[in-house]
């Protein structure tokens, strides 16, 4: 399995952004989609973003489209999710997943690879 961290969390206003990045271990992130999701504290973890393998279709959830780009760097091993016109409802911690399988599952019960999480806090 690939071995994930998230950075980039933190705090910010409502309307500023923020960069998420995560970097990924091993020689084989170019054969693995990639995801962004959150939980928020009291609730599941749902889907935010994810990537295709070699970048060309991204996926979003209904609330974040148009506010959030997932992007990523496969000679970098690095996947990224620019939050531009951040919520208070945006808050939660994000996590970083790869999937073997496809970019368009939104269960993460079909992710196979976790990061630990970085905390996104978006004051009113």
């Known amino acids: 399995q690939v071995q994930l961290e998230e950075s980039g969390g933190g705090l910010v206003q409502t309307g500023g952004s923020l960069r998420l990045s995560c970097a990924a271990s091993?020689?084989?992130?170019?054969?693995?989609?990639m995801g962004w999701f959150r939980q928020a504290p009291g609730k599941e973890r749902e889907f935010v973003a994810s990537?295709?393998?070699?970048?060309?279709?991204?996926y979003y959830r209904d609330s974040v489209k148009g506010r959030f780009t997932c992007s990523r760097d496969n000679a970098k091993n690095t996947v990224y999710l620019q939050m531009n016109s951040l919520k208070p409802e945006d808050t939660a911690v994000y996590y970083c997943?790869?999937?073997?399988?496809?970019?368009?599952?939104?269960?993460?019960?079909?992710?196979?690879?976790w990061g630990q999480g970085t905390q996104v806090t978006v004051s009113s």
């Open positions: 997943a790869a999937n073997t399988g496809r970019a368009s599952d939104r269960f993460a019960s079909m992710w196979d690879s």
């Open positions: 990537i295709t393998r070699n970048g060309g279709i991204t």
């Open positions: 091993g020689r084989t992130f170019s054969t693995y989609a």
